[in-house]
């Protein structure tokens, strides 16, 4: 016969790596796109469902691994996942013109996804092994690890991922002890090319231009981002929809199910990456707000845990996957609202699509476990 003490020992396993306030924060954000979603597009709510118990089991597991043992899969998960993306460029499926699946016989992966996760374990991992020596030169190596899967995503071409895997890999860079000296010129730099892309937008846009690394349909993306009524009816048709609908909505919104941008199909891809511009629509900017500030929670608990951690590892680890939900968010409002290009970044546990949820909630997991394992004061 079971006892009540079992049942309790049993019930402290399963609790035990469960950091309460990321959990229920994580529960509200997957609650709040329930409801969108029944909006957006009742039809996959089943699919959405199944995808966010698989990401809950994943997160659950993880967070129950102790920081070490991640530490022992970070280089043989890095290497896997640059073997997949070699294998994509040379013998991936093709689709919409795009090199970013791979066919394994039972199953299709998008091995840039693993690369999320993968590149800021690698380079913790790698930060970890070098501390108390740290030199320019284990920055340079480190610039490498980074630059040759993202190098392998952007020739897919998936620029949307490639800036998730470039931004997660330089956080960890970043909170490792990079120089202002080399982010303040680069930083200069990227201004200055902005000014110039502005004030010389007919030259640079003209049909007859080639830009260096990028392909055409990129290019148009940033040259409609400047001027979308110049294609309004092909490139510039998502940034016009969206912004529509989000001005549309005012400050408290038309109401769930009541949006006309919505549901008339004025407004493209509205369960994936467009979701924020239904939110605004039906829920206003009430709506927006309140999902900001669930983001600006789930952020400020994650750099609390990274602060705790017992390790450089996870110190550096902790940093960086929240500064991936930083830039998830930051990257898609951006989008929507039409102050960045459409680059295909979803958002954060709300858009659908189980690749990115699962990859997300492993990541709270991760965060989890170093909550577990944080130096005791």
């Not at 680069?186 to 902005?194: E, F, S």
């Not at 549309?248 to 979701?275: A, N, V, Y």
């Not at 309140?290 to 400020?300: K, M, N, V």
């Given at each position: 016969m079971i006892t009540l003490g079992e049942v309790r020992y049993f019930l402290q396993r399963i609790v035990r790596p469960i950091d309460p306030f990321l959990l229920v924060i994580s529960?509200?954000?997957?609650?709040?796109?329930?409801?969108?979603?029944?909006?957006?597009?009742?039809?996959?709510?089943?699919?959405?469902?199944?995808?966010?118990?698989?990401?809950?089991?994943?997160?659950?597991?993880?967070?129950?691994?102790?920081?070490?043992r991640l530490h022992n899969f970070a280089v043989p998960l890095y290497v896997l996942g640059l073997l997949l993306l070699i294998g994509v460029a040379l013998f991936g499926d093709v689709s919409k013109g795009a090199r970013r699946w791979l066919n394994l016989g039972v199953m299709r992966i998008q091995p840039s996804e693993l690369m999320k996760i993968?590149?800021?374990?690698?380079?913790?991992?790698?930060?970890?092994?070098?501390?108390?020596?740290?030199?320019?030169?284990?920055?340079?190596?480190?610039?490498?690890?980074?630059?040759?899967?993202?190098?392998?995503?952007?020739?897919?071409?998936?620029?949307?991922?490639?800036?998730?895997?470039?931004?997660?890999?330089?956080?960890?860079?970043?909170?490792?002890?990079?120089?202002?000296?080399?982010?303040?010129?680069?930083?200069?730099?990227?201004?200055?090319?902005?000014?110039?892309?502005?004030?010389?937008?007919?030259?640079?846009?003209?049909?007859?231009?080639?830009?260096?690394?990028?392909?055409?349909?990129?290019k148009h993306r940033v040259c409609t981002l400047l001027d979308p009524s110049s294609d309004p009816r092909g490139k510039g048709f998502h940034t016009i929809q969206s912004t529509i609908a989000v001005g549309s909505g005012g400050f408290?919104?038309?109401?769930?199910?009541?949006?006309?941008?919505?549901?008339?199909?004025?407004?493209p891809e509205r369960h994936t990456d467009f979701i924020l511009a239904v939110v605004s629509e039906e829920f206003g900017f009430a709506g927006v707000l309140a999902i900001a500030i669930l983001y600006c929670l789930l952020i400020g608990r994650g750099l609390l845990i990274a602060s705790n951690a017992a390790t450089m590892f996870g110190r550096l680890l902790a940093g960086a996957v929240t500064m991936i939900f930083f830039t998830f968010a930051f990257v898609n409002m951006g989008m929507v609202s039409g102050i960045l290009p459409v680059v295909g970044v979803p958002l954060p546990m709300i858009s659908y699509g189980g690749t990115s949820l699962v990859t997300l909630c492993l990541g709270i997991g991760i965060l989890m476990s170093i909550q577990q394992h944080r130096r005791r004061r």
């Amino acid at each position: 016969m079971i006892t009540l003490g079992e049942v309790r020992y049993f019930l402290q396993r399963i609790v035990r790596p469960i950091d309460p306030f990321l959990l229920v924060i994580s529960l509200i954000i997957m609650g709040c796109a329930y409801v969108v979603m029944l909006s957006a597009s009742p039809e996959r709510i089943n699919s959405h469902i199944i995808n966010i118990c698989a990401a809950l089991v994943v997160m659950w597991i993880v967070a129950g691994q102790p920081p070490q043992r991640l530490h022992n899969f970070a280089v043989p998960l890095y290497v896997l996942g640059l073997l997949l993306l070699i294998g994509v460029a040379l013998f991936g499926d093709v689709s919409k013109g795009a090199r970013r699946w791979l066919n394994l016989g039972v199953m299709r992966i998008q091995p840039s996804e693993l690369m999320k996760i993968a590149m800021p374990l690698m380079l913790a991992w790698y930060f970890q092994r070098r501390e108390g020596s740290l030199k320019f030169y284990d920055f340079l190596v480190a610039i490498v690890i980074l630059a040759v899967p993202t190098a392998l995503i952007i020739i897919q071409p998936d620029l949307g991922t490639a800036i998730l895997v470039l931004a997660a890999g330089f956080f960890v860079i970043f909170f490792a002890g990079l120089s202002w000296k080399l982010i303040i010129p680069a930083g200069v730099l990227g201004i200055a090319a902005i000014v110039a892309i502005v004030s010389y937008q007919d030259q640079i846009c003209a049909s007859d231009v080639k830009w260096p690394g990028l392909h055409d349909y990129q290019k148009h993306r940033v040259c409609t981002l400047l001027d979308p009524s110049s294609d309004p009816r092909g490139k510039g048709f998502h940034t016009i929809q969206s912004t529509i609908a989000v001005g549309s909505g005012g400050f408290f919104g038309k109401g769930w199910r009541m949006g006309t941008q919505t549901h008339l199909d004025f407004l493209p891809e509205r369960h994936t990456d467009f979701i924020l511009a239904v939110v605004s629509e039906e829920f206003g900017f009430a709506g927006v707000l309140a999902i900001a500030i669930l983001y600006c929670l789930l952020i400020g608990r994650g750099l609390l845990i990274a602060s705790n951690a017992a390790t450089m590892f996870g110190r550096l680890l902790a940093g960086a996957v929240t500064m991936i939900f930083f830039t998830f968010a930051f990257v898609n409002m951006g989008m929507v609202s039409g102050i960045l290009p459409v680059v295909g970044v979803p958002l954060p546990m709300i858009s659908y699509g189980g690749t990115s949820l699962v990859t997300l909630c492993l990541g709270i997991g991760i965060l989890m476990s170093i909550q577990q394992h944080r130096r005791r004061r």
